[in-house]
C-alpha cells in the first residue's frame, strides 16, 4: 500500500521563529517524527533539532501531509501550545483537492474515528469506540473532476480529514490509504495552510501561513 520511504532533501522552510515559537513549513512525504527503524529515522524533527537544538515537538501532520507545524523552543512554550492544542484553541486551515464534483457549498461531517485495528494505522469510523471527530468544509473550484477545498477541523484526530472526505464521498486526491489510483499523483493533495494560535509569552494571537503548493 505505501511506497518505499524517499523523503525530499530541501532545505528546512522556516516561516516564523522567536525565543518561543518556530513555524516551518514541512514539505509533502517527509515523516513528523522517526519511524520504527533506521530507514525511517530522517523526520522533520530531527532537521528542525540540527538547526534549533532546544525545539520540542507540540504535534504532527501526516508524512504525505504538506504545511504549517509549530515546535516550541521552551519547555514552558511546548506546554503552553501543547495545552492549547488539547483544549482545541488552535485554529487550523487546510486546503485539499478531492475527487469528484462536491455538490453543496459547505458542510460538516461528524463521524467518530478510531484506529482499525488488523489495518493500522488506517483510521475508521465506529459509532461505539470512536473518538468525536468534527470536520467543517467549504467548497472551492470545481474543474475536471476535481474539487478544491477549504477543510477546518475542529478535533485532532488522526487521519481525520483524509478518512472524513472519504465518508463524504470525496476522497483526498493522491492519498495512499483511502483513495484508489494514488500512484498516479505527485503527492498527496492535503497542505495545512494556516494556524492561528497565542504566543506562549503574553497570550497576544497570531496567525501562521504556508501557501498552497497545488
Sequence with gaps: ??????????????????????????PSGLLSVPGKG????????????????????VHRLDRDTSGVMVFGLTKSAQRH??????????????????????AEKSGEI?????????????????????????????RGAVKDGVTRMRLY???????????????????????????ENWQDFPRMMLHAESLKLRHPQGGRHMEFKAKTPF
Design 38 to 57: 533506521e530507514h525511517l529515522a530522517d523526520c522533520l524533527i530531527a532537521r528542525v533539532q540540527a538547526a534549533f537544538p532546544t525545539a520540542l515537538l
Design 153 to 179: 477541523p475542529k478535533t485532532g484526530r488522526s487521519h481525520q480529514l483524509r478518512v472524513h472526505m472519504k465518508e463524504l464521498g470525496h476522497p483526498i486526491v493522491g492519498d495512499p490509504f483511502y483513495s
Design 110 to 138: 461528524d463521524l467518530p474515528l478510531i484506529v482499525d485495528w488488523p489495518n493500522r494505522p488506517l483510521q475508521h469510523v465506529n459509532f461505539e469506540t470512536g473518538k468525536p471527530a468534527l470536520t467543517e468544509w467549504r
Design 81 to 102: 501550545l501543547g495545552l492549547q492544542f488539547e483544549k482545541r484553541h488552535t485554529k487550523k486551515t487546510y486546503a485539499a483537492l478531492v475527487h469528484g464534483g462536491v
Design 1 to 26: 500500500m505505501m511506497d518505499t520511504y524517499n523523503p525530499p532533501q530541501d532545505p528546512l522552510d522556516v516561516l516564523y521563529e522567536d525565543a518561543e515559537l518556530l513555524l516551518v513549513n514541512k
